[in-house]
């Protein structure tokens, strides 16, 4: 087969859209009962899509993490993640010298990392702060109950975990909110990303005939990733994010993930994060809306602190990314170190 009958089998099966049965789902017996979310989307379509973006010409890879160190932000949801180093040792009788780590903390809920869908559940009313939590109660994507997610005896999740989730190597999208809404600026903190400005930045970006297909991965820049090294005591205590609608729109376009550069997903306006403010458009109690939507309605993977700016920077609207989670065994998050493979538009 030449090269160009392989390219022209490629673009065609790019044409193929969803309803081309994709290889994860035949673990699937009820679909309302998995545990992939919208990862069943990924397979030979996704891959063709990969395929096509990785052999333009100029196409290079692109670090979408940050290094993880103890002197990155840290949000003050998780333990704080923490680094000690050993000094060099020697093995007796050898020529070998060594060098090496230890780690503590949360390391899947903070940097780059990636949710899980039993990263989050929800209750049939609002809960009133009053007695016991009721997580017998708590329901997650696909239907399951807390009796069947419920942790192991050491805190593992037994369904949903990371540990469930597939290699996420699909088509990807890159949105400059930054660039489309505010100048190239980072985003203010009370800025929210809607619908109809993801339906804008795909059409100023020349991506309005593409669309967002099903199994992509949206990468939204909003450049509030300048404060990860520039203002670190503030990265985490606000921040633009996701409008209620546009999680909406991403759950009818059948996304498998969305990335941000900023640390939550939803917008953090001031006072959302001491309990004093919600953001706009969002139902009552739910403050996390882009949250509670994405992993427990849609079954949409969540990546935050992505690292976009170079992308942004050189233009590259279309890619192949591919992000592997650690596979921690009921885990909850988990730390992943994303590459997309693009061409610059310029």
């Known amino acids: 087969m030449t090269i160009k009958s392989m390219r022209l089998r490629l673009a065609l099966l790019v044409l ?91 390391i899947g809920g903070q940097g780059t990392q990636i949710d899980a869908l039993g990263h989050f559940a929800y209750l049939p009313e609002i809960w009133d702060g009053k007695g016991e939590f009721p997580k017998h109660l708590l329901k997650y994507y696909g239907g399951w109950t807390h009796d069947e997610v419920k942790p192991r005896d050491d805190g593992g999740l037994q369904v949903l975990g990371t540990d469930k989730i597939p290699p996420i190597i699909t088509s990807a999208v890159l949105l400059d909110a930054s660039r489309y809404l ?61 409008a209620y609608d546009a999680a909406l729109y991403l759950q009818s376009k059948q996304i498998v993930a969305v990335a941000l550069d900023n640390p ?22 739910l403050p996390f809306a882009i949250h509670h939507n994405n992993l427990s309605q849609a079954g949409i993977y969540q990546i935050q602190n992505a690292k976009l700016d170079e992308l942004a920077e050189h233009n590259v609207w279309e890619s192949c990314a591919m992000v592997l989670p650690l596979k921690i065994k009921g885990g909850a998050q988990a730390p992943v170190r994303p590459v997309a493979i693009g061409r610059s538009v310029l």
């Not at 991506?207 to 503030?234: F, N």
């Not at 917008?267 to 139902?283: V, Y």
């Open 264 to 285: 939550f997903t939803d917008p953090a306006p001031p006072g959302m994060l001491n309990g004093t403010a919600q953001p706009a458009g969002t139902p009552q109690g």
């Open 16 to 106: 193929v859209n969803s309803a081309v049965s994709p290889v994860f789902a035949q673990a699937v017996d009820k679909i309302e009962r998995d545990q992939l979310g919208m990862a069943r989307h990924i397979g030979p379509v996704t891959w063709a899509r990969c395929t096509v973006e990785m052999n333009k010409p100029g196409a290079q890879a692109y670090e979408l993490s940050y290094d993880r160190s103890n002197e990155m932000p840290q949000s003050k949801f998780a333990e704080p993640e923490h680094y000690s180093f050993d000094a060099s040792h020697g093995i007796p009788g050898t020529y070998h010298g060594f060098n090496t780590e230890s780690v503590r903390g949360n």
């Open 182 to 242: 505010n100048k190239g600026q980072p985003l203010n903190d009370d800025q929210i990303i809607s619908r109809a400005d993801i339906e804008g930045m795909l059409k100023a970006q020349g991506l309005a005939e593409r669309g967002i297909l099903a199994g992509d991965m949206l990468l939204i820049h909003t450049g509030w990733g300048k404060k990860w090294t520039g203002d670190p005591a503030v990265y985490y205590t606000r921040g633009p994010g996701l």
